[in-house]
Nanobody, 124 residues
Framework: QVQLVESGGGLVQAGGSLRLSCAAS????????MGWFRQAPGKEREFVAR????????DYLESVKGRFTISTDNAKNTVNLQMNSLKPEDTAVYYC?????????????????WGQGTQVTVSS
């Protein structure tokens, strides 16, 4: 049974930082590409960042480039999202997702497994 469990969310002031982690179990982690998505109230879920199976390629939503960094730790079966210079518009529930291809698209519908989400709230 595959499980993805996010942690690290919380309340932070604008300009602050948070580090999200997603622990994966029930799958061979190194064989999966990973992604982070978010969903703000009243909005559709959107792509935030993705990292290839080899961790050699990353891709970011334009509005988070230079502020967010996605990384993986194969020894711990985790994918992390370091979020710096947070803005109120970053407020959302953040989800991690896994896909067994080398580098899936940004479309959330292609991802096979999802975590339950962690709330990030940025106050102004």
């Amino acid at each position: 049974q595959v499980q993805l469990v996010e942690s690290g969310g919380g309340l932070v002031q604008a300009g602050g930082s948070l580090r999200l982690s997603c622990a994966a179990s029930g799958l061979t982690f190194k064989n999966y590409a990973m992604g982070w998505f978010r969903q703000a109230p009243g909005k559709e879920r959107e792509f935030v960042a993705r990292i290839s199976r080899s961790a050699g390629i990353t891709d970011y939503l334009e509005s988070v480039k230079g502020r967010f960094t996605i990384s993986t730790d194969n020894a711990k079966n985790t994918v992390n999202l370091q979020m710096n210079s947070l803005k109120p518009e970053d407020t959302a529930v953040y989800y991690c997702a896994a896909h067994s291809s080398w580098f899936p698209s940004r479309a959330d519908r292609v991802y096979e497994y999802w975590g339950q989400g962690t709330q990030v709230t940025v106050s102004s």
